[in-house]
């Protein structure tokens, strides 16, 4: 346990907004207990990797980093092993570590910044795989009474980016661990989805492994987004919409190149880049807040942008966004 009044959250998230606030550092599960006696509160913010938050003032009270660490084998037959890992491990080296193991499932999401525990929080996705698809189970420290609790799949109400921790929940659990079921043998790989098997073509890579899908996933992602050590982002800044397919079919009527997957029946989720592309946002820079020149779903600080001037660029985008297509957007990162 270590705690860190009025430092600067500066290099706590990936915008790299200069916010200042009191932080308690969580390594161990019985620290809640002691931090909670020490500072007399609740966390008003858990915080992993700070890589989906945007701070656009000074946090009150105490917030909680979560630093819980470990990776074991909690079981496993011939056909899987289930993976427990604790939730302050970083996410991208623990796909790596599965994909050395040749443990498949979870190879295209490699490169998702953040930490294990945000991964069931915002049932993160990519690629045509989201958490929900591997997810066994999690357990999460009781804030008020300090005691563990295991969440089931089915429990954590799994949504498009949203899980039971976003809404009923929030604030009241700390995630400790989560246990993901991912297949040792027989494991079909996904390949369809955005530009893997062109990407795959490229390298020469005609009968991939799951290293080799990570790679090309690497490969794209690295060559669309921006590093957030060098230009501050969180990534997808907002999600993509999902509308009717009546909807979608007025608005291809007028624009006949709109990017739009298959969701639920008679539902269509549209590519929120392309709407914010073809409203004239990419590429846009309002002082040292803007939009990425190469994917317009990434919002950027180029330095000095304050969270609430990123914040008034997404609300004007939101806004010309639902003027042009009708259709709303909403942020994918946690506005504080």
């Known amino acids: 346990m270590e705690l860190h009044p009025s430092i600067s959250l500066k290099k706590l998230n990936t915008f790299g907004i200069d916010a200042i606030g009191n932080v308690a550092v969580v390594t161990e599960k019985d620290d809640i207990i002691r931090i909670a006696n020490e500072t007399g509160q609740s966390p008003t913010l858990i915080l992993g990797g700070g890589s989906n938050l945007l701070f656009t003032k000074n946090p009150e009270g105490w917030i909680w980093k979560n630093e819980l660490r470990g990776i074991e084998i909690a079981d496993e037959t011939d056909e899987f092993v289930w993976v427990k890992a604790g939730a302050g491990e970083n996410w991208h080296r623990f796909v790596l570590h599965c994909i050395e193991k040749n443990w498949g499932g979870i190879e295209n999401l490699s490169l998702i910044p953040g930490l294990i525990g945000a991964s069931p929080m915002q049932n993160i ?42 809404h009923e929940q929030k604030g009241k659990f700390m995630i400790a661990s989560v246990t993901y079921r991912l297949r040792k043998k027989n494991h079909e790989l996904k390949l369809d989805y955005g530009d893997i098997r062109k990407e795959l073509d490229i390298q020469g890579i005609p009968n991939p492994g799951i290293a080799d899908l990570s790679r090309a996933v690497i490969a794209i992602r690295s060559s669309k987004l921006p590093d957030p050590q060098v230009l501050g982002n969180a990534g997808s800044f907002f999600k993509n919409p999902v509308v009717s397919e009546d909807i979608e079919k007025h608005i291809r009527e007028k624009y006949p190149e709109l990017v739009a997957y298959p969701a639920s029946a008679g539902m269509k989720k549209l590519a929120a880049g392309w709407l914010i592309e073809k409203a004239g946002w990419k590429g846009f820079r309002r002082g040292d807040a803007g939009v990425h020149s190469k994917q317009a779903l990434v919002l950027v600080n180029y330095g000095k942008a304050t969270g609430a001037e990123i914040w008034q660029l997404s609300e004007d985008i939101v806004r010309n966004v639902e003027d042009t297509f009708g259709v709303l957007l909403e942020r994918e990162v946690n506005i504080l």
């Open 125 to 166: 996705g990519a690629y045509g795989v989201e958490i929900k698809d591997v997810f066994h189970s999690l357990e999460a420290i009781d804030l008020s009474s300090g005691q563990l609790r295991t969440f089931t799949l089915q429990e954590c109400k799994f949504g498009y980016r949203e899980s039971v921790f976003k």
